[in-house]
């Protein structure tokens, strides 16, 4: 890994690309691998469906038509995908990634999944001698695009040291949390929290509208109070009007609450809250929503007011 630690290393700091690999490119990880090609960087890209790919091939990047081909190509390859089965699928299945990486490469899983997939891809990702890094990300797709994810590593410290430039053009901060499952857990707790703050959120628009106040004065009072955050300011004025442009999958939301509540079932933690955000958000999912933005879960609530 020293001769790839020099080559990125040169790529931040003298403009010398190195050649960098990117599994998936939709509403993350499109705007994640243009950040690297507009940096600079020699990136090799491939989707499942390649039509998503070419903005970033008429940027300068190279395509390939499976994970290998990419793995076998690049220096170090970068992997965001929806799910856990679609992570395991691209870095072990027929024509993965595992498949095209040997000792000098590097593997690095951005996607969000559990603790027990990732350590499944560590497996067989180091058995072809190659160094992995799970490194998943806080952030939607708007920080995406402006460089100001933040990173959740773990795994390889060699590697994550290596790629260190890379994750600092995709993201405004980064975090080393050390044994693989560190950052796969980080991960779910913050998505948690926010899926959770989501759903009352929603309650609390809906109930002030209810009792006869403006939710749009709601939404400025939170903004300058102790529970300011900058998701409510950023999606209360759309969801005021029943508009949900998304920038994170209500369905991915669902998903990782649903393995944030198989962690702390492997603990014996209580997350009641948790559990009954969950709820709302599988409602919310029947009712077809699923590709909407994760703030369309306040449509779940309007349906049982109306029942």
Sequence with gaps: MADLSGSLSAAAGDKLPAKVGFLGTGIMGFPMAQNLIKA?????VWNRTRSKCDPLISLGAKYKSSPEEVAASCDVTFAMLSDPESAIEV??????????LSSGKGYVDVSTIDGATSKLLSQHIKATGALFL???????????????????????KSLYETVAPCLDIMGKSRFYLGDVGNGASMKLVVNMV??????SFSEGLLLSEKVGLDPSVLVK???????????????GPSMIQSLYPTAFPLKHQQKD???????????SQSTPIAAAANELYKVAKSQG??????????EALKGKLQQ
Excluded: W
């Design 91 to 100: 870095a072990c299945g027929k024509h993965g990634a595992a498949r095209g």
């Design 289 to 298: 929503l699923s590709d909407q933005d994760f703030s369309a879960v306040i």
């Design 221 to 235: 009072v939170i903004s300058q109070g102790a529970i300011s955050a900058p998701m409510f300011s950023m999606k």
């Design 257 to 267: 609450l649903r393995l944030a509540l198989g962690l702390a079932e492997s603990v």
């Design 40 to 44: 600079g960087y020699d990136v090799t």
């Design 194 to 199: 926010m899926g959770s703050m989501m759903a």
């Design 134 to 156: 799970e490194a998943p990300v806080s952030g939607s797709k708007k920080p995406a695009e402006d460089g100001q994810l933040i990173f959740l590593a773990a795994g390889d």
